[in-house]
């Protein structure tokens, strides 16, 4: 069955980066694009870019661009989000989301991302 | 930038239809998708392509679009299926709406 499989939650300083990593298994990960969506606390959902794992395409949303790098590594199946120059806005619960029909069909479980001096 | 508008919150009784609007511009000219959230869970595709159900999704689930607006209809709602329902549209990238939250009474 499809799964994505996140990494686990992290703590950082104001001014750090953090990285987080999306393991596909189940289906042929070259195949579709993966997506990073991420929820702040009561906050809608919010699309920061995509990968087309691939080819390694990307996209980012202009909100975060400069900040934000998407990555695939296709022998191991899976995708990074790293976010620079981390604000406590930035805290958040940060997912991958694989697409599918102008929308996303699987999901990971979600990284909780805590900026915290 | 482009946004989608939902109301806050909707609330139903056991067995009744809920109904859920998404609007916004030229919306119509756009796939629209429909995730339900549970608290501390990720979300759950549910209805794509304006009205399509992926496997899994029981059939009281539905979506219909009508000009800008699109509605997720929920028939014989059941107290499962309380919780946050975001609408996704494309717009050159990805936007969701604020979420509505289903309160089943």
């Known amino acids: 069955q499809v799964q994505l499989v996140q990494s686990g939650a992290e703590v950082k300083k104001p001014g750090a980066s953090v990285k987080v990593s999306c393991k596909a298994s189940g289906y042929s990960f070259t195949k579709y694009a993966i997506y990073w969506v991420r929820q702040a606390p009561g906050q809608r959902l919010e699309w920061m870019g995509w990968?087309?794992?691939?080819?390694?395409?990307?996209k980012y949303s202009q909100k975060f661009q400069g900040r934000v790098t998407i990555t695939s590594d296709t022998s191991a199946s899976t995708s990074y989000m790293e976010l620079s120059g981390l604000g406590s806005e930035d805290t958040a619960v940060y997912y991958c989301a694989r697409s599918y029909n102008y929308g996303y069909d699987y999901w990971g479980q979600g990284t909780l991302v805590t900026v915290s001096s | 930038s482009y946004e989608l508008t939902q109301p806050p919150s909707v609330s139903v009784s056991p067995g009744q239809t809920a109904s859920i609007t998404c609007s916004g511009g030229k919306l119509g000219d756009k796939h629209t998708c429909w995730y339900q959230q549970k608290p501390g869970q990720s979300p759950v595709l549910v209805i794509y392509?304006?009205?399509k159900r992926p496997s899994g999704i029981p059939e009281r689930f539905s979506g219909s679009k009508s000009g800008n607006t699109a509605t997720l209809t929920i028939s014989g709602t059941q107290a499962v299926d309380e919780a946050e329902y975001y609408c996704?549209?494309?717009?050159?990238?990805?936007?969701f709406g604020g979420g509505t939250k289903l309160t089943v009474l």
């Open positions: 996704q549209a494309w717009d050159s990238s990805t936007v």
């Open positions: 990968i087309i794992a691939g080819n390694g395409n990307t």
């Open positions: 392509q304006d009205s």
